[in-house]
């Protein structure tokens, strides 16, 4: 791992990234078999995202397993992606971990190598906590970062932590670090949600996490998306993005739908890694870390048949 | 902090600890002002809880605020309870992180500074996992520690999180690691949970949540409590666990069950550190790290008349 100051100084002058917005991918990490990253692959598939037209990699996301990798995995993911070449500009690392001293690591690493912004979940492993017990943890965090750069992106997905960002608690958030809260990845799937955010809100920088919700999104004013199965259709994605407005708008967004759909019974993370995995001819793209499991063979059939008959 | 081996090779004739039992308390973590802990005040906490009668220190886990501790902290929290004469024998601490690779860190340097054994959260982040990723999960930190000196506690807290370890996958880890899966912790009050597992699995050190349930528990078998309470009622807590056979078994019981459902409705960490906050005279005590919230000046007051009025 590469040693960079965590406690470098903000240099004056030094500029808060233009919020991000288009088509980010929260990049899937393959593993060798004995469950280490294989870097090689990753930087490949990174690569590729970007030139079938994504805007940025919201890397290190429930997508990407990040939860199953440990600090040290984490920082090394976005060092090697930089030193391959991969402008900093274009990563949206989730950096929010279990405890504050974890998260405000992760945060300044980030930050420290001129990321466009981070991704924050909400402490997760407690349960039941107040509006006012997450906004001191947020400004608890801010502040320990103390650096200026930080552009944070809030991360919905009351699913997975069972803690949800409220619109008040947003609110409040937006007003006391207009600078420094400058959007929201919204995982839940609740369009209630999502146009409350967008209506109440505008000018904050909201990806829905499916193109299912593209082009809803952009109608409403929407920053862009951050999908899982962008993963597999990133291309797809991106021809919606631009095409939002135009006359094919809808039949974009119905290729691109049927092409996430067909995914969702076979979970986001295998079912994803599992089409790789069958489209580059690598079956170890397959691979998940425990806990997770792997799509079994009859599964695999079964997904790659649904994706071939939605055209994918 | 202290540099540790955490590669230290297994000396030849290393013994595995004798399974624990008894009351053992998961000693509340004090912090400053400025959020860090206060050290001085922790150990002298920790050493009373000992004087008072407590078995051993089942440190870090939920009570502790563990996982709001980042892993550095983690650590030093051991060294610094081991530097101050506690016995690595009567420390049980949580080792369980999201990550795999964060838990097998974290277990390894418990184990190398002598601990009695670990407790194991299983990976939270993650919901709706299978019992095969579960056991995979568990098969590969084993693998990864390496060192049979491992001494295993699962902690079972489906409420925080949604993760049962259901008595199928107990029995099967138990088969295929009878030296390593020595018991468990059940936070999730189910009795008709607890039983099954206290019948069905004889020898396997079961340590309920709650002194409320230790007589019950001893009864039938188990090997003690693990109990927030017990960080304000240890001596309490022992003199139940000694006397559990014994003509005044049921007045200990009605006694140490009334000081701890006072403080059900306070919430545990809160409420412990605010009684602990008023007997000592130092409100910091009650001090809690974000996300969570301390007690109102009006809930500190209801909570230690409530703890009067029962006795306390």
Known sequence: MLELKHTAPVTEGAVRPEAASGVWVPATTPFRANLSIDFERYIAHCQRLLADGAHGLAVLGTTSEANSLDLGER???????????????????????????????????????????????????????????????????????????????????????????????????????????????????????????????????????SESLLLHGMRKGAAGIISATANTNAAGCRALYDGWQGEDALDLHKKAAALRDVVAPFGWIPGVKAILAAREGTPDWARVRPPLDELSDQQKTELLAAVEAAGG
Chains 1, 2 share one sequence.
């Open 75 to 209: 920082e090394m993911v976005l060092e090697r992606l930089v030193k391959a070449g991969v402008s900093p500009l274009q990563l949206l690392p989730g950096t929010g971990m279990a405890s504050m001293g974890d998260t405000v690591r992760l945060t300044r690493h980030a930050i420290a190598l001129g990321v466009r912004g981070v991704l924050l979940l909400p402490p997760f492993y407690y349960k039941n906590i107040s509006d006012e017990g997450l906004y001191a943890y947020v400004a608890e965090v801010i502040k320990r970062v103390g650096d200026k750069r930080l552009a944070l992106y809030l991360y919905n997905f009351p699913q997975m932590t069972t803690i949800r960002w409220s619109p008040a608690l947003i609110g409040l958030l937006v007003q006391d670090f207009p600078d420094t809260i400058v959007g929201l990845k919204d995982s839940s799937g609740d369009i209630d949600y999502l146009d409350t955010l967008l209506e109440r809100y505008p000018g904050f920088a909201v990806f829905p996490s």
